[in-house]
């Protein structure tokens, strides 16, 4: 064969099975994505939901004298916000820089050597930089004590008023001005799921987390323990589990021979979640009381350590089998940390606009002139147009339901070649021979006559497009036409027709037939009865 181009071939087959993959992804829809937020949103604190504010040092002065000129205010620098822990080594180290009190809770106290809070209850923590009466004759010492602030605070300072207690947070980063929280300036991966500045930290960025089932823990609730009423623990057996068990059952009234519906429910709160306690248990036939330590990790916690610790990758396979895959609940499956999720632009975050169907989302690219300010359109212009570019790809090729956000491995074979095509046509290669292998399938006919435009458009720029396909309006639309045959496997191979639409109508073969209507395929003019009914609740897409 002479003269042939560089081949691509667009296969129907799942792109990925990353679970990290998405049409996003696939189809750099993502990364201009998080380029227009990182450049054009706008920031909302996750706890008031007020727009967030940044200064200058100098005007933080200026809102210091406007604000409390005449008043005694203190002068904080915010180290610790709503953490938990005892925090001695930190006032330890206050007291070596030289301060001597601090705002704990909302209480300034004088902090000395060994000062520490209840390490099981959260806790806010201010450094107490500086006590000052406002006035123009202190404006020097303002500006010293907000600039030690600063570097002690991260770039973030308080102001009390020490006799009225009002409150005021200052930052050079983009800050709730009601509650102090601050985020950093926005950046591309601030909205990335795949890197952890901006990837959920309890569900790293997968939108979901792996759960332990009871269903699958305690399949038939009138078991006994004994018979097995407990899976991942099985019938019973001579070993240290079953020996806790049987502690356990002993303090609360039970045997390993009542069905597990009937154990107490504080009892089985312990069974499932464990505990350290050391139990007394009294032998009433002889009157002797027993201490037992029970150091019982819990099935829930064995089964998910197993799950994300165990060595073994049998032992992992038998833990997931009592697991399953839900929402995770910090981003609520968007992937996202909390800050992320509030830099938004007309109002959608970048996780809502991820998950319109691309037909959504390109009127929404469409309504950004009208919605954001001079300077922010400047910024959105180019990149809207290249998101723009990308969805008009998708679109024709009739995936106009589908989200940026839909994962790459739920995708069936005909949607991730229409994919693939979208970005080749997008990529704007010459010269290339593409062979695609019935893309017409699972397509709705509405959408064929976009899908056909598609690939002309692949031919109109120069290069050559091959393929297989069965569907008529396809047949009839192409340049050249091979008719392979006469029939299918060991009875074909043969080309029995080639040429023009024209040219085929004329030949004498099965698919001349039936594009001329001499053969169809016949209605059933009777349907046999159905057995039942498949019903469908939730179905989207």
Known sequence: IEGLSPVISIEQKTTSRNPRSTVGTVTELSDFLRLLFARASRAYSYETGEAMVSYTDSKIISLINERFTGKRIAVLAPVVRSRKGHYRELFEQIIRMGFVRARVDGEIVEISGGYRLDRYKTHDVEIVIDRIRVAATAEARIAQSVETAMSHGKGTIAIIDLDSGELAYFSRQLMCPTTGIAYQEPEPNTFSFNSPKGACPHCDGLGTTKEVNLDKVMPDLQKTIRKGGLAPVGEYKKNWIFNQLEIIAMKYGFSLDTSVADIPKEALDIILNGTNEVMTIEHKAIGVTKEYKVNFEGVIHFIANQSKDAKSRTIQRWADDFMENVNCGTCGGARLRKESLHFKIVGQSISDVSTMSLLDFNNWIDSLPNHLNEKEWKIACEISKELKARTAFLLDVGLGYLNINRSARSLSGGEAQRIRLATQIGSQLVNVLYILDEP?????????????????????????????????????????????????????????????????????????????????????????????????????G
């Not at 060991?490 to 594009?515: F, M, R």
């Not at 046999?528 to 469908?536: E, T, V």
């Open 440 to 540: 017409s399938i699972g397509l709705h006919q509405r959408d064929n006559a976009r899908l056909i435009h598609s690939l002309k458009q692949l031919r109109d720029i120069g290069n050559s497009v091959i393929v297989v396909e069965h569907d008529k309006e396809m047949i009839e639309t192409a340049d050249h036409i091979l008719d392979i045959g006469p029939r299918a496997g060991i009875h074909g191979g043969y080309v029995v027709a080639q040429g023009a639409i024209e040219d085929i109508l004329k030949a004498d073969t099965i698919t001349a037939d039936y594009l001329n209507g001499k053969r169809n395929v016949p209605t059933p003019a009777t349907r046999r009865s159905p057995s039942g009914y498949i019903n469908l609740y939730g179905a989207t």
